[in-house]
C-alpha cells in the first residue's frame, strides 16, 4: 500500500486540462463560488502526492479515466452543497513502540475535495503561525527545524520536549470548529470541515463506525486542522492569554 509522507509536498506534473476547466464560466446561480480552476490544481496537487484507495476502490489512474467527468461533477457537488464525504477508510499501520495506529485513507475524489479546501483556507490562517512553527506547513518542514535547534544548542544547553498523546484522535470537534471559524466567514469551508470532521470510518471488517471527535490521519485536511487549534489567537480565544506571546503555535 502506497501512503503518502506527511511534511513533504511532491511538485505536481504537467497533465492536460480538460476543455472545461481551461477557461471560467459565467456566474451561475450556485450557492457558493467555487473556481473550476481550483478544482483543477487540487486535482493535479492530490495526484503528485500520489497515495491509495479508499473504499471505493478507486486509483488515481482510475478516476483519470473518466477525468473531465469526475471533476466536473465534484465542482457541481462541492459548488451547490450537496457534496457530502464517504467513509474513510481505516488501515492499520503498526507503531515501533508497539501496538497501531489507524491511518485514515479518503477516497481519491474526496482528497480532491479537502485539497480545494485546504488551498483556499490555508493562506488565511498561515500569518497566525509563530515563526518557530515548523510542522505541516508550505516551505517548512522537521528538517528546518532540526536546523535551527543544532545552531541554537551552542546557546542553551536544555531543551524540551512533549508529545500531545493521541492527538490526531483526541481533537474535539466543536472546539476545531471555532478555531475554523475564527479564521474564515467562508460558509463552505466551514460546511466542507464539518462534514469531514463526523465523515464515518470504515473498519477493515466492513463496518462503519461514528466519529465525534478526532480527525483521521492520512486526510489532506487533517494535519492543519490540528494546527490551527494551536494558533496563537485560537488559544488566547479559548484560555484567555494576558500576554499574548505565552501562547505559542
Known amino acids: 500500500m502506497s501512503v503518502e509522507r506527511r511534511d513533504s509536498v511532491k511538485r505536481p506534473e504537467r497533465v492536460a486540462q480538460p476543455d472545461d476547466v481551461r477557461e471560467e464560466v459565467a456566474p451561475t446561480a450556485k450557492p457558493f463560488v467555487i473556481s473550476k480552476r481550483r478544482v483543477y490544481e487540487a486535482y493535479r496537487l492530490v495526484k503528485a502526492n500520489a497515495g491509495s484507495a479508499g473504499v471505493d476502490k478507486q486509483s488515481i489512474a482510475a478516476f483519470e479515466e473518466n477525468l473531465r ?119 463552505w469551508i466551514r460546511l466542507y470541515v464539518q462534514r469531514w470532521l463526523t465523515a464515518p470510518m470504515q473498519m477493515p471488517d466492513g463496518t462503519q463506525r461514528a466519529r465525534d471527535r478526532g480527525t483521521p490521519q492520512g486526510g489532506v485536511i487533517s494535519p492543519w486542522t490540528q494546527k490551527v487549534i494551536s494558533t496563537r489567537r485560537a488559544l488566547c480565544g479559548y484560555f484567555g492569554c494576558v500576554d499574548r506571546t505565552a501562547a505559542t503555535a
Not at 76 to 99: E, H, T
Not at 118 to 124: G, I, M, Q, T, V
Not at 130 to 143: C, Q, T, V
Not at 148 to 176: A, M, Q, S
Open 69 to 187: 467527468d469526475n471533476l466536473y461533477k465534484l465542482w457541481n457537488r462541492m459548488s451547490s452543497g450537496s457534496y457530502f464525504p464517504p467513509p474513510v477508510k481505516a488501515v492499520p499501520i503498526p507503531k515501533k513502540s508497539g501496538g497501531e495506529r489507524i491511518l485514515g485513507v479518503p477516497t481519491v475524489s474526496d482528497r480532491i475535495a479537502q485539497m480545494v479546501v485546504k488551498l483556499e483556507f490555508e493562506p488565511a490562517v498561515e500569518p497566525h503561525f509563530l515563526p518557530d512553527s515548523y510542522g505541516y506547513r508550505p516551505g517548512k518542514s522537521a528538517l528546518d527545524a532540526v536546523g535551527v535547534t543544532r545552531k541554537r544548542c551552542w546557546d542553551d544547553d536544555w531543551v524540551i520536549e512533549f508529545d500531545i498523546k493521541g492527538l490526531f484522535d483526541n481533537i474535539p470537534h466543536d472546539l476545531l470548529m471555532k478555531a475554523v471559524e475564527k479564521h474564515t466567514d467562508s460558509a
